[in-house]
């Protein structure tokens, strides 16, 4: 017997293998679906990473649509990214989504050690680009990561889940704002109590 109904949901029980994980920048996105996708044994991809190609080229839409449409046509995959223009792509076949919305506080927090620590290692991102402290002091949401999240981050309270459940009434949409709930996550789905 198939692990999936037609509707693209697991029955209970079986750990769904198609995953969204959407959220304010610096609400750990990466980290749970890093998490989700080693414990369900199936592939993560980071949008970030296909959309921003070298010197933060952005891809042009429609092969950034044909990418996702790659990925999501997979049988397995964690895809964590909040890209509007891909959305319908990857919600049309996932089981479940993720909303993640911690408080405000905590996300700027995160956010602020993570690009700090990144500029000042020159860590590399996605096809060689690197945060810099140039654009974390720059006033332009667009190119300062904390003022995009700043500005971002109440769209994952209620606009997100809401679209989710409007547009994709098939896959069970998750909002989680606790940190323990967010680290139990994995284990929840992997034994299907979710």
Do not use: C
């Not at 304010?24 to 998490?35: I, R, Y």
């Not at 080693?38 to 933060?56: A, C, I, N, Y």
């Not at 602020?112 to 290692?121: D, E, H, M, P, V």
């Amino acid at each position: 017997m198939s692990p999936e109904t037609d509707a693209g949901v697991t029955p209970n029980g079986v750990p769904p293998t198609r995953i969204a994980v959407h959220g304010a920048s610096g609400s750990g996105k990466t980290t749970l679906a890093t998490a989700l996708a080693d414990r369900l044994g199936v592939g993560r991809t980071e949008l970030d990473g296909l959309f921003h190609q070298p010197g933060w080229t952005e891809l042009p839409a429609d092969e950034f649509r044909a990418a996702v449409a790659e990925v999501v046509d997979g049988p397995g995959w964690v895809v964590d990214g909040n890209y509007r223009q891909v959305r319908d792509l990857v919600w049309a076949r996932a089981q479940v989504i993720v909303v993640l919305d911690p408080p405000r506080w905590r996300v700027m927090a995160q956010l602020l050690r993570r690009t700090i620590t990144r500029s000042a290692r020159g860590a590399e991102l996605w096809n060689g680009n690197r945060e810099s402290f140039r654009n974390l002091l720059s006033t332009d949401a667009d190119r300062n990561v904390v003022l995009w999240s700043w500005r971002t981050h109440g769209r994952y309270h209620s606009e997100v889940p809401a679209e989710a459940r409007a547009e994709a009434g098939h896959a069970r949409v998750v909002v989680l704002s606790d940190r323990r709930a967010i680290a139990a996550l994995p284990g929840r789905l992997v034994r299907g109590d979710v």
